[in-house]
Every structure is written in structure tokens, then in C-alpha cells.
């Protein structure tokens, strides 16, 4: 699977952006790529050598980030390129996936698009056309790229391939804050991946799921706005006192879809700086968070 593309150097280059080949060769889809997750996961594989196909259901939204991703990865070697893609449809799912045959087929499949509506909230309150349309986008969606992932690589007689399906901690631990159609969906996904995982374990095709912790994220800042409070409530449970980035969750992706993580299938590969490991955390100031690549 990976071959000959690997004419980048290990290193820092002149703007800052180091370069690599940790995906030398490897194709590779991620929905979801518009932002957040997506968008770094597909600066960090282009900067490793990685082909990519960014989707998702925003066109305009996908026009910025493809931009966004060239620029943060002058030196790529792959390519890159978009597809609109709504991941509820199969037929969408199928038709991104086939657009890959014409590159030798898929080697990484990183199914991450996925909601969490406004309107989703505990079990009295929750309106049933939400809790299907989570289910639809965060359960069917990470079905069928994983099926379509697979016919792919069958198609492509691959001897080795790679799954990351997006899921969270919420899945793990609860919340007073409610989102019970989001949190089931995401327990879907830790289910459907392990199961995934030892079935296909023989054809080398790995599964694993990423649970990330509540990220720094624009929507969430402005929420939280000025409200000591509110922050605090939420931070405290970090034991570093700060909410991840969306670098911090893509680089345990480049590590699973890497080859490095070649003995890794069918875990719940949690990042979160330590919360569902906590029960008082210290106080006082934490680290610094590393900075996004694709602001
Ligand atoms: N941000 C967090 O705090 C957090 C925490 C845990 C898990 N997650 C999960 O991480 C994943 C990525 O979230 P994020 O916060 O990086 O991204 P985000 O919310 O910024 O982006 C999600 C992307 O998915 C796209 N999308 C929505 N519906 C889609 C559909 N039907 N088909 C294709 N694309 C669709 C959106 O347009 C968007 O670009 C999601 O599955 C989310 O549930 C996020």
C-alpha cells in the first residue's frame, strides 16, 4: 500500500511546517473536513505525504478549509482534493469512495462528520426527528464509510488499511448537561468499531475509535464568554485546566492511520488530557495548548 511517494524530508522547513512520511503513499478520506478535527487531520496527513480527499456536506465550508490546508501544507507531496458529501446517504458515501479507484483506492478511511444538535437534550425533551437525524449522521454515516471503506480496499486487494471513526467521551462518562440522542449515537459508534475491528482483523484491516474530550472551539468560547462561573464548572474537571485543540486529536489520528499503530485495532482511543481519568484535579495554572495549523 504505501509506495514510492516519498520525496519529503523529516524536518522543520523554512515557514515552520515540517514535512514528513509517516503516510507516504497512503489515500485517504475524511469527512468531516471542512473544520475543526477534520481540517487539521488533513494539514498534519498532507504534510506526511498522505493523498486526501476532504468531504463534507458544506461546499462553501469545504472551498475555505482546501485553501486553508494548502497553504499550512506548502510542501505536500500528495494530492488534494474535495468532495461534497452529505455522509446520512449511502450513495454519497459510495460515490466518494469510488472517486478514490481512480487513485489506487482507499488506505485510510476516517469517518469523523458528526452533530450535535442544538435542540438534542435529555429524555423528556428531546424531539424524536432529532434523535433520528443524529442517528442517521453520527451512527449510519460512520456504517456506511466503514462499509464502503472496506469494499474499497477488497476491491483494491489491500492487505492493510485503516478506520477512525470518531467518537467521544461522552460515551464513557456522563453528563449533567444533557445530549441524549448525540451521547447515544457516539456509544453506537464505540460498539459498531469493536465489532468491526475483530471481524475484519484477518483481511488487516484495523478499527479503532477516537474519543475526544470537549474541545476549544470558537462556538464553545463564545458560549462561555465572560461567565467565570460556567468556565470554571467545566474546567475544573480538566486536569490540565483547559479544554484540547482539534491538533491534539488529529495527531492521535495520524498515529492510527499511520503504519506505527499497526497493533492497535478495536480501541477506544481516548484524548483528553486526562478527564475521564480524574476525580479532584489540582489547581493553580496548566500548560499551554499548542496552536491549531489551519487558523
Ligand atoms: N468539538 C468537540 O468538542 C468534540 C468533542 C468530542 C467529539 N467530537 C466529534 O468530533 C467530530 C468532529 O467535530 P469537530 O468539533 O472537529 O468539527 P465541527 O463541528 O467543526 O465539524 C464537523 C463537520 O462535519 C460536517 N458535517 C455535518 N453534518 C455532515 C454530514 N451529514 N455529512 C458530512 N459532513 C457533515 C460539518 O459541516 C462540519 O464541517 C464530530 O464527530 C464530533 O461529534 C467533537
Redesign the pocket.
Known amino acids: 500500500m504505501a509506495n514510492a511517494r516519498q520525496s519529503a524530508s523529516h524536518g522543520a522547513n523554512h515557514n515552520g511546517s515540517s514535512s514528513g512520511h509517516r503516510m507516504a503513499g497512503k489515500n485517504a478520506i475524511i469527512?468531516?473536513?471542512?473544520?475543526?478535527?477534520?481540517?487539521?487531520t488533513t494539514i498534519l496527513f498532507l504534510r506526511e505525504g498522505a493523498s486526501v480527499l476532504m468531504?463534507?456536506?458544506?461546499e462553501p465550508?469545504?472551498e475555505r478549509?482546501v485553501a486553508i490546508a494548502k497553504k499550512a501544507a506548502p510542501h505536500m507531496v500528495g494530492k488534494v482534493e474535495t468532495a461534497q458529501?452529505?455522509?446520512?446517504?449511502e450513495a454519497?458515501v459510495k460515490a466518494v469512495c469510488e472517486q478514490l479507484d481512480s487513485w489506487g483506492g482507499l488506505d485510510v478511511m476516517f469517518?469523523?462528520?458528526?452533530?450535535?444538535h442544538g435542540d438534542d437534550a435529555d429524555a423528556v425533551d428531546t424531539p424524536e426527528k432529532i434523535w433520528d437525524l443524529t442517528q442517521?449522521?453520527?451512527v449510519k454515516?460512520v456504517w456506511y464509510g466503514s462499509k464502503h471503506a472496506i469494499l474499497s480496499l477488497r476491491r483494491h486487494s489491500k492487505t492493510c488499511g485503516s478506520i477512525i471513526n470518531?467518537?467521544?467521551?461522552?460515551a464513557l462518562v456522563g453528563s449533567a448537561t444533557p445530549q441524549l440522542a448525540?451521547t447515544a449515537?457516539?456509544g453506537a459508534?464505540l460498539a459498531m468499531t469493536r465489532e468491526l475491528a475483530i471481524v475484519h482483523a484477518r483481511e488487516g484491516y484495523r478499527f479503532n475509535a477516537?474519543?475526544?474530550?470537549?474541545?476549544?472551539?470558537p462556538?464553545?468560547q463564545d458560549w462561555l464568554g465572560d461567565d467565570k462561573e460556567k468556565r470554571l464548572r467545566r474546567e475544573i474537571h480538566f486536569p490540565m485546566g483547559r479544554?484540547?485543540e482539534?491538533i491534539e486529536?488529529a495527531q492521535g489520528v495520524l498515529f492510527l492511520a499511520s503504519d506505527e499503530s499497526s497493533f492497535i485495532n478495536g480501541q477506544d482511543f481516548v484524548i483528553d488530557g486526562g478527564l475521564t481519568r480524574a476525580y479532584v484535579t489540582a489547581d493553580g495554572p496548566g500548560p499551554e495548548a499548542p496552536k491549531n495549523l489551519g487558523r
Not at 31 to 40: C, D, Q, R, V
Not at 55 to 58: A, E, Q
Not at 85 to 89: A, R
Open positions: 469527512t468531516g473536513a471542512a473544520g475543526g478535527i477534520g481540517l487539521e468531504c463534507d456536506i458544506s465550508a469545504l478549509a458529501c452529505d455522509v446520512s446517504k454519497h469517518n469523523n462528520a458528526g452533530i450535535m442517521a449522521i453520527n454515516g470518531t467518537a467521544s467521551i461522552v448525540y449515537s457516539k459508534v477516537l474519543c475526544p474530550a470537549p474541545l476549544n472551539t462556538l464553545l479544554f484540547g482539534a486529536q
